[in-house]
């Protein structure tokens, strides 16, 4: 044990360095915009049950907006946030991580750290990072997250490559892409060969076409599973065409079709579990 401690202490020790947080400011212009989650990563290391999965559908394509005046997402998490200011501290990712994120297991165990390694990022073993932590109108942005051992709420940070990393719910981290000002729909279909009232209400709609791909997705997880358990397809294939007439029935009720499909993200995942 004392071995583990003292390798643990050896490997952390240049890392934990950092420098104290600057006063709250405006939202850095690296942070504003549209981003769309491209992957949702929990810690592989885990051995107890989440909430959510690696690529969760629930979360995967989920679009944030950061601009001076809020905040906003279209997850089921999370509410907006008015009036944003900005506090960035420079920190060891290492150190970020272990400080917010929970453990698997025993603090003394190397394994159980919450680091890059377990969540599989693409970060260098000494990665330093800007951390973005965000206060709205009526206090931290998701002020319940965290371990109370390190940065608290809903951190983030811009990677080399130019993509934003969110610590978010459920251990989870999202990785997001920057959605270009002329982003089109992309569905889970040829928009192009969009046909029905429904398909082209989707296809006119970036968060439509987005939540589109997710329950596709969680859909197609589901039919994997389903093969590899060895289990009849027959009650998922007629939940997801009874699922389809009532999509349908929406028309080209935006706010309908959002409704059905989030359902049918719930009811995907609950079967999951």
Not at 103 to 110: E, F, N, R
Not at 145 to 163: E, I, K
Request: net charge neutral; charged share 20%; proline share 5%.
């Amino acid at each position: 044990m004392l071995r583990i401690l003292r390798r643990t202490s050896a490997l952390l020790a240049p890392l934990l360095a950092f420098t104290m947080p600057c006063y709250a400011a405006a939202l850095p212009d690296a942070l504003l915009g549209r981003w769309q989650v491209a992957e949702v990563h929990t810690n592989t290391n885990a051995t107890f049950k989440t909430n959510y999965v690696w690529n969760d559908a629930r979360l995967r394509w989920r679009i944030f907006n950061f601009s001076s005046s809020q905040v906003r997402d279209d997850t089921s998490d999370s509410t907006t946030c008015e009036t944003p200011q900005a506090t960035t501290m420079h920190v060891a990712l290492v150190k970020l991580m272990d400080g917010s994120l929970g453990h698997t297991g025993d603090d003394s165990d190397p394994d159980s750290m919450p680091n890059p390694e377990a969540y599989q990022l693409k970060a260098t073993p000494n990665e330093q990072v800007d951390a973005i932590s965000i206060t709205c109108k009526g206090g931290l942005w998701q002020s319940d997250l965290g371990t109370g051992q390190g940065m608290m709420g809903s951190w983030m940070y811009v990677t080399p490559a130019g993509q934003l990393v969110i610590r978010w719910r459920d251990e989870t981290l999202l990785v997001l892409n920057r959605l270009p000002q002329d982003a089109k729909p992309q569905a889970s279909f040829d928009c192009s060969k969009a046909a029905s009232p429904v398909e082209k209400t989707i296809c006119g709609s970036i968060q439509l076409a987005s939540f589109d791909r997710s329950v596709a997705w969680s859909y197609k997880v589901a039919r994997d599973d389903a093969k590899s358990a060895g289990n009849s397809m027959t009650p998922l294939t007629t939940s997801q065409r009874a699922w389809l007439s009532k999509r349908d029935a929406c028309g080209t009720d935006s706010a309908c079709l959002l409704s059905a499909m989030k359902q049918r993200l719930d009811a995907l995942a609950n079967d999951a579990q």
